[in-house]
């Protein structure tokens, strides 16, 4: 499995893989992809600055990425402090009383930690400074065109940049701004996500941008077949995320066991693309807690950075108590296919084999 | 592209094609396809006679399929003046003040036909009736799994019965009771459809209901790589119906510019899921008129029949006037790619002949 992209990096397979861990983005670049790691939950620069160098002692001199949240419309800045008085009290009280109502017990006395900060530009911005003191080879931008001097920042330390776009407009957009790779994020894609399944969005970004940006399929990926159908519509690679949730590497940074047994018995038809995360339409597996705020007397979701403030300290709590049940997580349709933990080399390993016999079964078929 | 499925039918490729046109199935089936006609909008049984009449003496011998819309639970029945007096005045008057703010006139004296009672269990199951005096190979349901008896009548008089399923558990279920052949109905589909985009639905079904089944993947494909992708997920064919909207044979039923005009200029991006259509959740190409629905002001859509008989003068009205503005059309995500009106055979060279030179590309991709 060989596209322009793997010279380009210098990877054995065009398999790109989203992930929160540093252990599973390792594991990913080890077994020949391109890990790339998510830096939203780091509120705190060392900390991240920590992540990348445990990442360049363990990838044994392969390449990877990191994954920014850069809005390129700067929403509401502010420390969580200060931004906590733009959020309305009847918000606050609904979160209280539907915890309450789940049976989600506070967290005990000194524990949980900040809102989510990562979505904040200046701290997306700090973030990419810390990587830039590292070796990654991509930034990507998990929220539309990053601003352009932080692209050229990027391309003068010699990385590539990339960018997730849910409609063609918006890929072109990118590539205006001087955005090097596409991450076509399709309807059924985990996380934020626009309302074209990759079907048609994968060809339409691929058209859109012309042949010489490069385009990877993104949502709906957890399988050989998968890979298959998203290069079949154009793509030269693949944007992974939910599958390595489902990953032994992943049960360092998941905490507890509700995630698994949640994910475990989650089908297709279990997520929901809604605002109650960011502020941003997401999909997110649905629990009592997506469906406590479908409800009649839910509030609306406040605009992002907000929404993400409101509920961060509900998300502590809910993860503490690790109720699958309740559980708040981004995860896409594939989802359904995620049914055993299993090593992130036995999982590459796998999807390399399944896309050569997929291959090999499209020649039978076309009479090749 | 030769699958189990063009030795089972007698057909050159495994590509179906749902149309109401008889025009566009006959001018399909010609061209080595199996072209499928709608029967939905046929409220008298003489006049779909006419038309398979007039397919038995237009396809060269070439086999054609059938789709009717039969619910297994049957819904409330009656004449379309019984189910009237169901349907609350108020929607009636929003219906009427909705039009005359859209600006679409009333119809000349005497025009107009009645709702459609297509949707009505006791029309699909005389649409049945009628097509058996034919020669069909194929009966397809729109709408869930057939009765049983329908489908022991269809078996008993040498046809396969189809039926679409938007989760693998209706999948299953369709099987169960004697379905022969699967439509997996991605979120990306014009008209009735589920959440589950064809990206992860098509393997999840092929998967559960097992390789004897026959899958043909919905949803999206209007191009030779969409149905590269569809058959690397694991279909053995796959189910259009919006392209054909776009060729010239479709032009003897649609009787004005308008669609024409409305379909050429719409993106990926203007389509939207809704009630407002059937009672039921189908994908609609987004008008004034869907936006209009969607206003804070608008009553909740109807349960099926009721919907479609309280806006049937509506739609009635809407496509006498030709503005495409405010068109009611049922297409899918794919309305994006239709750019031009072809005729049927040079829609269907070009699907085949992209979906060679796709899987030539994935030879290269793979190493083979």
Redesign the interface.
């Known amino acids: 499995?060989?596209?322009a992209l793997c010279d380009a990096f210098g990877i054995d397979y065009p398999i790109f893989a989203f992930t929160p861990s540093e252990h599973v983005a390792a594991a990913v670049s080890r077994a020949g992809g391109l890990g790339v790691l998510g830096c939203v939950r780091f509120n705190d620069a060392e900390e991240l600055d920590k992540a990348l160098t445990w990442m360049d002692d363990n990838t044994d001199g392969k390449p990877y990425g990191v994954d920014v949240v850069m809005p390129m419309k700067i929403p509401t800045e502010g420390t969580s402090t200060d931004l906590s008085s733009y959020i309305p009290e009847d918000h606050k009280k609904w979160v209280d009383e539907t915890l309450l109502k789940l049976g989600v017990p506070p967290l005990p006395e000194g524990e949980g930690r900040e809102g989510v900060l990562g979505w904040l530009h200046s701290m997306a911005r700090s973030h990419v400074d810390v990587a830039l003191q590292h070796r990654p080879v991509l930034i990507a931008n998990a929220l539309g065109t990053p601003p352009v001097d932080v692209i050229e920042q990027c391309h003068a330390a010699g990385l590539k940049v990339a960018a997730l776009a849910g409609?063609?407009k918006h890929a072109v957009s990118h590539v205006a701004n001087g955005v090097d790779i596409i991450v076509a994020q399709?309807?059924?894609a985990g996380g934020h996500t626009g309302?074209?399944?990759?079907?048609?969005?994968t060809?339409?970004i691929v058209d859109a941008v012309g042949q010489d940006v490069p385009v990877l399929g993104a949502?709906?990926?957890g399988?050989g077949?998968?890979i298959?159908?998203?290069?079949?519509?154009?793509a030269q690679g693949v944007w992974t995320g939910s599958i390595w949730l489902g990953t032994e590497e992943y049960r360092n940074l998941a905490g507890n066991q509700g995630w698994e047994t949640a994910f475990l018995r989650a089908?297709?038809?279990d997520t929901v693309r809604t605002r109650i995360y960011t502020g941003k339409p997401a999909r997110l597996l649905k629990t009592k807690w997506t469906e406590a705020w479908a409800d009649e007397d839910a509030p609306a979701p406040l605009p992002m950075p907000l929404q993400n403030l409101l509920v961060a300290d509900a998300h502590n709590r809910i993860n503490a108590s690790g109720d699958p049940d309740v559980i708040s997580m981004p995860v896409?349709?594939?989802v359904?296919?995620m049914n055993e933990v299993r090593p992130v080399a036995e999982v590459m390993a796998d999807l390399v084999a399944e896309?050569?016999a997929?291959?090999?079964?499209?020649?039978g078929?076309?009479?090749?």
Chains 1, 2 share one sequence.
């Open positions: 499995m060989r596209t409609a063609p399709g309807y059924e309302e074209i399944a990759s079907m048609v969005l060809p339409d949502g709906g990926i399988s077949r998968q298959a159908a998203s290069l079949a519509l154009g089908t297709s038809s896409g349709q594939i359904g296919r896309f050569e997929t291959v090999k079964k499209l020649d078929i076309a009479g090749i």
